[in-house]
Every structure is written in structure tokens, then in C-alpha cells.
């Protein structure tokens, strides 16, 4: 009879182990900006006529929206303080997204960077580091990974 009991608490253990594994999240190899869910950062109107049709290569969507959004006072400068604000207004219409924003003004829009394409684009440089700057401030209740 002990030895049934046995018998039966190392399979209800092995199958309970199967079951847990099959819950975890498993290690990973996606890009850290896959696990963090930022919502979307544009607005609406400016997004939809930079997108139809979506314009190709890395820089010219970013670049129309940028223009529309008049986060551009030309093709290479950032308008500073309408970036700012506009971040600064969707953080407050995004819960829990405050700490991340400041990163991105004090790592972005304060500072000049660049980002090195093979060809210059002041608006892929400012998303782009917009965008690692809120991966690294990533509210608890967005990260997904």
C-alpha cells in the first residue's frame, strides 16, 4: 500500500510540475521594446495622413508625423518645447507613464542627440530615443516579458 501511495504522489508531482511550466513565461530573446506596452504616443489625425499610404524606409513615416504634429521647425531641428508639452499632455491622459516621460524630455528633447542612421533624421532620432528612454522607465503594469 506504501508503495502505491508513493507511486501515486510522484506522478501527481510530475504532472503538477507539467501543468506549472506550461503557465510560466519562458525565458526570451525578443527586443526589450517587444515587453513593455507603451501606448501609442501620436495623435490621431496626424497618424492617419501619414499613413495612407504608409510612406517607406525608416525615417519618413516618423518624419510626415513629426511635421504634422509640428514637433519640426524644419526637416533637422526639433521644436523643443511643443515636443515637450505634447509629451507631457499624454502623460497625464496615461496613468503611471509620468516617470517615463520626464526620462524621455531630460534624455531627448533636452539634450541633442543622435541616433546614426546611415542618413540623418532628426525625427527617428528624437523617437527613437523617446522610446528607450520610456523601455527604461516601463510602469510595472506595462511590462509584459
Not at 510530475?14 to 506549472?20: C, E, K, R, S, V
Request: glycine content about 4%; charged content about 25%; proline content about 6%.
Amino acid at each position: 500500500m506504501f508503495k502505491l501511495y508513493t507511486v501515486l504522489l510522484l506522478v501527481t508531482i510530475a504532472n503538477a510540475d507539467l501543468l506549472l511550466q506550461g503557465r510560466r513565461k519562458g525565458a526570451t530573446l525578443k527586443p526589450l521594446s517587444a515587453c513593455c506596452d507603451i501606448p501609442e504616443l501620436g495623435d490621431p489625425q496626424p497618424l492617419t495622413e501619414c499613413s495612407n499610404p504608409k510612406l517607406p524606409g525608416p525615417c519618413n513615416d516618423v518624419q510626415c508625423v513629426f511635421e504634422k504634429s509640428g514637433f519640426l521647425t524644419n526637416k533637422n531641428t526639433l521644436n523643443k518645447e511643443a515636443y515637450r508639452a505634447h509629451l507631457k499632455k499624454w502623460s497625464e491622459n496615461h496613468s503611471g507613464w509620468r516617470e517615463a516621460v520626464d526620462k524621455a524630455i531630460a534624455d531627448c528633447v533636452d539634450k541633442e542627440l543622435r541616433q546614426y542612421l546611415d542618413y540623418p533624421c532628426k525625427a527617428y532620432d528624437v523617437f527613437t530615443c523617446t522610446g528607450i528612454a520610456m523601455l527604461k522607465k516601463c510602469p510595472k503594469e506595462a511590462w509584459m516579458c
